[in-house]
């Protein structure tokens, strides 16, 4: 079965139960997790891309592209991970950057070749040499959603990406992630309604509760 | 002692009762004792063995319990250290309230600091205790590396070089300087001595030289630059010859006298030498060597020297000072310091000039299972002009300072 | 309020009052010998310094890279780990061991009539007797560098975890975990470089420590010819005073010495920089890395906490042992006898060494955090650095015999007052080391809302920044006990010899070779820094149990 498959995953902390997720999220399409602050919907991405903190534990299985995901470290999982803060290594180029998170075993040649297309694509071309100090928020954001895509991953986690970013970009933003990550089964943590209306998927609460809008 | 050594010392013994018949008269005893009485005195003395840490801490209890003095050892890692306190001083216009009272001192140390003027004195002969010390039968009391002391320092104990070995590990152990050489050749690795300029290494050196010096009067003239090289072209060689079988290949030396005897406790050498002919029987009681170990000295003698104490020129309590100094020359404390269990140091007092209660306490004294009575020590060698000392350590370095 | 704020206005000129003027003052007053009595000329005439020079420079380069390196491969390979948890709290005791405990325990540890010969004779060497093999001392200084290795590693550790949350560590990891990184490469390639950044200053002083110390170099460092250092203490200490040109030469070599290295090291820097942008773009991700770095970092974080352990329980065993002789792995005997005649001197030294620790290290701690909060309020940044670098770099050996001569014409007498004051020259340097970071990175954020509540400057720093940094501010207390309990040269050159402190103690028992005593004097070391320690974990632990946010960084997951 294709896409990404949750059977009641449960985050555990000290006894309690914080966070649940069920169901079956196919390729193109977009999960929201919405609710306040604090209500442990970081928690199951956390999970989810295995960076738990000591302290909390799991119970249920998850299953992405038939493949069981919860025994693997990160490396191998394939989730690309969106942080709300871009998080571009500021020591590296744009360039650099994306280098970091495309795929290996590939010639240096056609991965400058990737690279380039990549920032064809985001609208960022010629930018490859810049400093990431030196860009906007949004430029920077659509850098680290670059990165992110560049490493093929079968399922892709946003933590919040469009909070930092003004009203004017953040339809922009997000239209370009929902684009580029069409092919991708998708979890998008968020508290904007907003957010979530163009996401155009089921919503739930970090309890895995239906939402509706 | 041959004649030129007794001419030296009588003339130094005169000297001495001369300048103190003079401060018979300028010193009252009494009026020192009581300017002394509740002064605490700093005594500056090297502070790496514990015995003697703990011997100057009971004369501490002894100068308090008599006298009222308090006694504050102040431990060092090298007599220097006080001596270049004192200039220091000195250079900054320091004349009085100076930080040291009192200096463990001797040799080079000595001769550097009465050269400078750094020093309060004469003081000696007029110790209530001085007549006790036998300057006749033991001259380095007051010839310090043949300089006259004048009264500048007064003796507390001496040293005479003897070699220590472990019995159990070796039974006959070699009797002259060319046994010894050959039994180091036979045993690769396990002798060697504190790395010059340390002061048990020098004396080491200076020990050679009386063995292979065809005529060793020459060490106690200064040295002849015109003759030295062809002088001591055997020590130089006496030295290469056993370099190569020495502890670590003569690649490495212990640092001092303690590091080398921490050597022979732990068995990485087999023959070790001291300045104490006790140091090994107190370590036996101590529980640092087993009881094994015995000392043997060489036909024909081994050096043998004298520790002083002299006073800073700007002491801050001099009369106090002058106290601990003379406590020190008392029968009681003598004997305690010659008791192995203590100290085992030998002690500077003419036993024949001491009452019969006083001369029983050494009688008692059970010198130790290592120790050599004073018959077996054999003749004492003077130290040579302290010259010799500086020159060959000077050229130890130069040809050994830096390994190959 | 306005005579605070002004008061708090001097306070960068205090320090650097405090700092400078020792300094200046130290430097020229031994500067001036080497110049006017042709110092370098008997200088050049020592055969052995063209040996001294390089093994200065081998060792102090060598060691201080390996411990860089370990410390990356600890924290790259290990960190989150429970074995890293575990290793950190091994830390606090390893970081309080002064230099010449850890070196004596070595050393024992090591030699050819070691704890590791005898434990292995006769059964598995059949030696009965000690061989004769150069393994302490040796001309080449290995064991010089292990020794510096295995003592600059927890503190370049604790360095670098201090500044590890201001990196974003646990982000970038997880980043690069979820585009397929190995933990280690990840690491280089993301966390290694803003961390290095921050490490700069620490690494210098190791550097400079590597290079110029003479507790170690005495003990294990090799003797024909000794490093640089400890050959111009010698000659300081020469009788008749007249090497003292030579040794000022010495020192004004050995400076230039330090200089040159660093300067080197920035150079090779600036060469490898490119080297991780580089990888970064190839993207390799290093995979197959992991599992023999993390066995490396493993047994090397083993080795140097079983290293320093053992070294310092075969001294404590000394303090308790009777008659030891080769092969025997246990003494013979056991006795309370050393510690029952140490007992009262004993306790006299701890609390002179205990007052003045705490004397430096709390006007040290209070110096720091009045020009750091002067910083904060004021505009234009501080130029510190500069200043407080200089006691790390400049060798002791340079300028604190120009700095006896200072003080004995103030007329400062030779007391634990004057000796707490010469030891705030070396503590402040630390304690700003471990505090500025922290300090300069807390969320001014939180200052300025409070600002925008109406709560006064004093009241931010008291109720706010204070508080928050608690963990910060313990940590660097503690640094500068250790380092003041640590230190030799300013104690026994400034207190006239007339203060004793468990460090000067041990360098005169060193110099004697009396293991037990040593075994005793080290335990006592160690239990004063390791108690600032210990407190400077806990309290804001306890202080702080409830608040996740405030305790320090997870390593990447």
Redesign the interface.
Known sequence: MTGLKIDNLTIHHQGAALARLHGHIPPGQVLTVMGPSGSGKSTLL?AL??????GFSTTGSVTLNGRAVMDL?????????L?Q?D?L?????V???L??????G?G?AE?RAHIHAMLDRIGLAGLGPRDPATLSGGQRARVALA??LL?A?EALLLDEPFSRLDQALRAQIRALVFELAATLPVILVTHDAEDARAAAGPVVDAMGNTLSL | MNRRTFGKTALSTLALMAVSSRLAFAADWQSILAEAKGQTV?W?A?????KIN?FIAFIGAEAKARHGVTL?H????????????V???R????TTGG??DLIWING??FA?MKAQGLLHGPFAPALPNWPLVDTMGKPATVTDFTLPTEGYESPWAMAQFVFEYDSA?LAAPPRTLHELAAWILAN???FSYP?P?DYLGLTFLKQVLYGVLPDPALLQAPVDPASYDAATAPLWAFLDAIHPAL???A???P??E??L???L????IQISFAFNPGRASAEIAA????DTVRTFVLEGGTIGNASFVAIPFNAAHQAGAQVIANLILDPAIQAAAQDPATLGFQTVLNLAALSPTDRARFDALDLGVATLSPADLGPVLLEPHASWMVKVGEDW??R????K | MNVAARALGLAPWALRLGLGLPIAAGLAGTLWPALKDHGFQSLTAW??LP?AVALSLGTGLASTLSALVITFLLIGCLGGTRGFATFRHLLSPLLALPHAAAALGLAFLI???GWIARALSPWATGWS??P?L?I????GGLALTAGLVAKEVPFLLLMALAALPQT?A???A??A??????RAMGFV??TL??LYARLRLPVFAVLAYGMTNVDMA?ILG????STLAVQITAW??????DHLPTAAAGAVVQLALVGAAMALWRLVEHLTAPL??AL??????G?ALDAPLSTLARSLALLIALGLGTGLAGLVVWSFA??W??PDALPD?L?L?TWA?AAPDLTATSLTTLGIALAASLAALGLTLATLEAEARSTRPLRLEPLIYLPLILPQIAFL?GL??LA??LGA??NAATVAAAHLVFVLPYVWLSLAPAYRAWDARIGLTAAAMGVSPARIFWHLRLPMLLAPVLTALAVGVAVSVGQYLPS?MLG???V?TLT??A?????????R?IGAVALMQMALPAMGFGLALALPRLAFANRRGMLAE?GP?
Do not use: C
């Open positions: 956390a891309i295995g960076a738990l903190p000591p470290p990160t490396q191998d999982r394939r989730i690309g991970l942080y803060d998080v290594f500021p020591h590296l180029s360039e650099q950057n280098g970091f998170g495309l795929t290996p590939i240096k991965r990165r992110t490493a991953p | 700093y500056h090297w502070g790496g063995d514990t703990d504050e102040v431990k060092l890692a090298s007599t220097a250290d006080a001596v270049a306190r200039l220091a001083e250079d900054a216009g320091q930080a040291v080079e140390n550097a590990k690769p690795g396990r790395q300029p502890w670590r290949e690649k490495a030396f640092e001092n303690p590091a005897g921490q050597l406790a732990d068995g990485e529980g640092n060597l087993p370095v130069k050994y300072g830096v390994t | 055969p052995g040996r030699a050819p009539s007797d000690p004769d150069m302490l001392n040796d001309p974003d646990p982000r970038r997880a980043i975990a979820s585009l397929g990184y190995g390639l993301t470089p803003p005495l090799p003797s024909l010819p300081m200490a020469a009788p008749g005073l991780i942008p970064a773009l190839r993207g390799r991700r995979r009777g008659l002789q080769f005997s006795t006898k005649k015999p006896q001569i004995l014409t007498k030779g026994l006239g010899g007339r004793e000067t103690e360098v005169a028992l060193a110099s004697g070779g009396n293991r005593l997870r997951a």
